[in-house]
């Protein structure tokens, strides 16, 4: 049985960073960070692969992304947050497509099999 167990969540004030953190289970050489903030669509924001890491055009240079812990841990750093940063974030891993579909899918919630339930971002 698979888990995806984020963490890391929490209020912050606008200029603030965070850190989250996604805990799995088992080893996924394909994983990422995505979040969904009231009535929007989920939002791929960050992924790696064994070879590759992609980030959201829009949150360019405000993220970094990472594995440790026998890199059975995602975390996702996000730096200058502000208000409309405020979302459930989400971790999602799958096996790893070839690198050229994983540079065209990454972004696409559907490209994941396994999700955890979300941590809670909010920005005052």
């Known amino acids: 049985h698979v888990q995806l167990v984020e963490s890391g969540g929490g209020s912050v004030r606008a200029g603030g960073s965070l850190t989250l953190y996604c805990a799995a289970s088992r080893f996924f050489a394909c994983m990422g960070w995505f979040r969904q903030g009231p009535g929007n669509r989920r939002e791929g924001l960050a992924s790696?692969?064994?070879?590759?890491?992609k980030y959201a055009d829009s949150l360019a240079g405000r993220l970094y992304i990472y594995k440790h812990l026998g890199n059975r841990t995602l975390s996702l750093q996000i730096d200058s947050l502000q208000p409309e940063d405020t979302a459930m974030y989400y971790c999602a891993a799958d096996f790893c497509p070839s690198t050229a579909d994983f540079g065209r899918t990454w972004h696409r919630a559907r490209s994941y099999s396994y999700w955890g339930q979300g941590t809670q971002v909010t920005v005052s």
């Open positions: 790696m692969s064994a070879s590759s890491v």
